[in-house]
């Protein structure tokens, strides 16, 4: 049967936190599904916004940040990323970590997307910015970050997008965004 109708079709009979740090927290809910059944949902709930930065210069390159990714137990490539404490300015947030992880600062910011990065299990939720007129100044990682930098032309981290070398989603929607608006002249 096809439901015609936007509204939550869900019922929390109860919920409970079951693990929380100062980045996220686990709840599991006791719920009545859209067919009217009992059943469960776990959720994890972040703390922070994600954000990501894809710093283009005038000559159309880009900076790609590369680390051993954790969770992932593989080396990554990405734009800067990081977060920005829910209730605050994400811009503010982008700018401290292009900052912090380049040396960057950018005179110009276009917000390129806006993105959940979950909708399944999680509610993290993205902001992603272009970030042009750039001036270099030195990077200041925080300390569990061990970062290599990598100047590549625009096209090249196209082309990496294109072959799952680079698999961030953040990364990868911020690329394909820039690309179209490169193929629509409005960049």
């Known amino acids: 049967m096809v439901n015609n109708s936007e509204e ?12 929380s740090n100062p ?11 859209p ?4 059943g469960i949902y776990g959720k994890i709930h972040y703390k922070n916004r994600a954000i990501g930065v894809l710093p283009l210069d005038k000559d159309m390159n880009t900076y790609l940040v590369g680390q051993y990714r954790f969770v992932l137990n593989q080396y990554s490539w990405e734009m800067p990323e990081g977060g920005a404490p829910l209730g605050t300015d994400p811009l503010d947030s982008a700018k401290r970590e292009l900052l ?19 909708n399944s299990v999680g509610d993290e939720y993205g902001s992603v910015y272009l970030a042009q007129d750039l001036e270099q100044f030195e990077a200041e990682p925080e300390e569990t970050e061990q970062l290599i930098i990598k100047k590549l032309p625009f096209s090249e981290v196209y082309r990496m997008v294109c072959n799952s070398e680079i698999t ?5 929607a911020a690329v394909l965004r820039v690309q179209l608006m490169i193929m629509e002249g409005k960049l």
């Open 8 to 19: 939550n079709p869900w019922q929390i009979t109860s919920q409970e936190e079951v693990y």
């Open 23 to 33: 980045w996220i927290s686990l709840i599991h809910h006791e719920v009545i599904n």
């Open 35 to 38: 067919s009217g059944n009992p």
């Open 168 to 172: 961030d989603s953040l990364t990868v």
């Open 100 to 118: 912090e992880e380049t040396g960057l600062k950018a005179h110009r910011w276009t917000e390129l997307n806006r993105i959940h990065l979950s």
